[in-house]
């Protein structure tokens, strides 16, 4: 009994040490004052001992060191102090993928120009004259290729420009191999139409439309993503504060200070559902979000294999001096394709016979493209160097919103243990911390949140990140599906949507597709209609009677 009694005895001196040094601190608010100036605040708000705490509106109404005054201007600063660290969080991850970006860009655009300037040296070369003065042919295409890496499909059509291309090119040639002869524009739009059919140039054309169709879809969406990524952070991350979690802010970082406590810090889950609760929007950004990098993820491998730029741009001179070739060894059998289908072309009158067909036809040869020889471009780097760095950084920002409230409690800005803030007191934090996002926090204990108003402009931005996923994924199978303002610019087609099926060709009287590109067969010309028959005789007919009338005239006079 003696024992219980001086136990009771001890308990009874410890708490009333501790409310003594409670009392003593709020008789004396030196410290409070000083850390509320620390803070920019006049120290003339700060009484300089207690005062009744009943008109506070957020922190615990008993003695206290804080006036009404106080409380406003801390609730605007604790305002400040937790929307900081997420937004030095969000423009680090914003500078992170712009410099990505910067880097991808000028990387492809100097892999454009690189190979500009490398077919035209080596054509100068291997074709001397007759490519200087076909130079623009190539020049309209390299700016068309820009065209379409900056603005897509609302800008080019790549399959129409493509045929275009080679269309031009093949006309410029059968005239060079067929200088004694005469074309009209209207003969040479003849053979234009059916450049598919004759396949002068072998089967480069085909195989470089796919290259050229998968590289640049691949390229400029995943530039395109890497575009989007800063602007979605930046306006996710700026979406204000409730008054609420400006309420539950200022209760976790402040109302310490109304009781002489000033550097007394939360307990990390009192701050992880504080936190919460304040992100609970930006927390559902994070399925669509990390959807997103998945995807950019799977785009990056394509760049990194079968879809890379740069494995197709680097070598495409080689590839369309092939096709040239192609067409200067088979320009006999193509010429004969064509003056079966297109008719038989007038003798040149400028021709001169002593000059040899061979002498006016391409003669050049071009040097072979070795792999190993692979320039590094844009900033000494290659496309292997980027893709492997910017992966890294996608994998790394993977579930980015959900973890703030993690990110930010941590470290100095919470207190470890029981020795923390609680809400209330120095003590556990005993509620359980809830989940992520806007519905689960119906059960939150410290942030009163309308789970029936979602932002809009998270909201919003979930829609651009669910499209943009959607184009990615269409890009990883090679398609453009980004057409936006397509539809007037280009009818609506989706780039690398040509026909490819042999029926596209059934309609064609002239030509049809040769088995070997190599050795195009001649075919006969079809005869048309029935009628066409007829009308041969009805004009024979007309014929004699016109020379009869011619003969007779004189004697009828």
């Not at 850390?35 to 957020?58: C, H, I, R, T």
């Not at 002593?354 to 493209?369: I, L």
């Not at 590109?517 to 010309?525: A, D, I, K, T, Y």
Request: hydrophobic letters at 35%.
């Amino acid at each position: 009994m003696k024992t219980l009694l001086m136990v009771c005895v001890a308990c009874t001196l410890v708490v009333l040490s501790v409310s003594g040094t409670a009392e003593q601190k709020l008789k004396n608010c030196n410290e409070v004052r000083a850390a509320y100036s620390s803070k920019g605040f006049n120290v003339n708000d700060v009484p300089n001992k207690g005062v009744n705490g009943a008109p506070l509106k957020v922190c615990p109404q008993g003695f206290s060191c804080c006036t009404v005054e106080m409380e406003e201007k801390l609730s605007q600063q604790s305002h400040s102090e937790i929307k900081a660290p997420v937004s030095r969080l969000s423009t680090n991850l914003q500078s992170t993928f712009r410099q990505r970006h910067d880097h991808f860009d000028k990387f492809f655009r100097e892999l454009l120009k690189n190979a500009e300037v490398s077919l035209h040296n080596m054509f100068v070369r291997t074709y001397g004259m007759m490519y200087v003065q076909n130079a623009e042919l190539f020049k309209n295409f390299f700016e068309a290729l820009t065209r379409y890496y900056v603005s897509g499909s609302a800008a080019v059509n790549l399959d129409s420009m493509l045929s275009d291309f080679w269309a031009d090119l093949l006309e410029r040639m059968f005239r060079l191999v067929n200088v004694q002869y005469e074309f009209s524009d209207a003969y040479m739009e003849c053979v234009s139409r059916h450049t598919e059919q004759l396949q002068p140039f072998g089967d480069v054309p085909r195989k470089l439309r796919i290259q050229l169709t998968r590289s640049f879809v691949a390229a400029r969406t995943f530039v395109r993503g890497l575009t989007l990524m800063p602007d979605v952070v930046n306006k996710v991350s700026t979406v204000s504060a409730s008054p609420s979690c400006v309420r539950a802010a200022m209760k976790m970082l402040y109302c310490p200070y109304c009781s002489g406590q000033v550097a007394l810090k939360p307990c990390q889950n009192y701050c992880l559902n504080v936190l919460r609760g304040c992100l609970a929007n930006q927390a559902d950004l994070d399925a669509e979000w990390n959807n997103f990098l998945d995807a950019m993820l799977s785009l990056a491998e394509r760049l990194e294999g079968p879809f890379n730029f740069e494995s197709v741009m680097d070598p495409i001179d080689v590839k369309i001096s092939e096709a040239i070739m192609n067409m200067q060894e088979n320009s006999m059998q193509v010429s004969q394709k064509v003056f079966q289908g297109c008719g038989q072309p007038k003798p040149s009158m400028a021709f001169r016979s002593a000059r040899s067909v061979k002498e006016t036809g391409f003669t050049g040869r071009f040097r072979p493209y070795s792999p190993d020889a692979r320039p590094t471009t844009a900033a000494g780097t290659s496309l292997d160097r980027l893709t492997s760095d910017v992966k890294k950084k996608l994998k790394h920002a993977k579930k980015f919103w959900s973890t703030l409230p993690e990110t930010v409690c941590a470290g100095e800005r919470i207190a470890p243990g029981d020795e923390c803030w609680n809400g209330t007191a120095k003590s556990r934090y005993e509620s359980v911390v809830i989940g992520n996002g806007l519905a689960n926090q119906v059960l939150n204990p410290d942030v009163d949140v309308d789970i029936t108003k979602p932002d809009i402009v998270i909201r919003s931005q979930i829609a651009v990140l669910k499209e943009m996923t959607s184009w990615l994924k269409a890009a990883h199978s090679g398609n453009d599906i980004s057409v936006e303002s397509d539809d007037d610019a280009s009818g609506g087609e989706e780039s690398g949507s040509g026909c490819d099926s042999p029926s596209c060709d059934t309609d064609d009287i002239y030509f049809s597709t040769p088995p070997n590109p190599g050795n195009p067969r001649v075919n006969q010309v079809v005869v048309g209609h029935p009628s066409a028959a007829v009308f041969s005789q009805g004009s024979v007919v007309l014929a004699l009677c016109g020379l009869a009338l011619a003969l007779l005239t004189p004697h009828l006079r």
